[in-house]
């Protein structure tokens, strides 16, 4: 699938065609995408995918490059308590979306991510998040034993981005196409 196709696929979140080029564009100033268009341009990857998906975090689309780099590199805040990952958001979403199973397995409520891609955190069908933060203070304090990880974000008053589970797994259904065909993994059909 080529940029442009799985801009198509995402023009149901954004306002106009017009706001998804200029998103797509500023990713491709920044090396994001790939320069090449039409129908020798290469196949977008599942990394790709992700930045042009939290690209539409930022309700100004000449935004949505620098708030998707900022958002991709979020590092993963475990509770208290748990191991230290090393994970950003582009990792888990790059991971997650690679397989549909994956994100039903994750059990998935939302995705949010803050308009200005400082703060994102994933909610589960049983309430629990996960925060990917870039704030040190606010890091600190979740790794205290006595913090509601959970409720973490629920009384930020910004503008963010809120993408459904469901939503999250078509995204999956479509990137893992991506995957079948940019791999040669596709299945063996029999007659």
Known sequence: MKAKEFEKFLRQLSRSSADMDQRLRRLREEGVLGTERGPHAPDIEIRQAVAVLLSLAPCRSVDGATVSLRAMGLPFVPRAGEAE???????????????????????IDRLEIRENGSFARVVGEDGKAKIFIDDEKITKALRKPDTN???MGQSIGE?????????????????GDLQVRNFGWEKEEKW
């Open 85 to 107: 990952t090393g994970e950003t958001l582009g990792d888990y979403l790059t991971r997650i979306l690679a397989d549909p199973h994956t994100v039903l397995a994750e059990k």
């Open 149 to 151: 990880h959970d409720a």
């Open 159 to 175: 503008r963010r981005l809120f993408l459904s589970g469901g939503f999250l797994q078509q995204v999956a259904l479509v990137v």
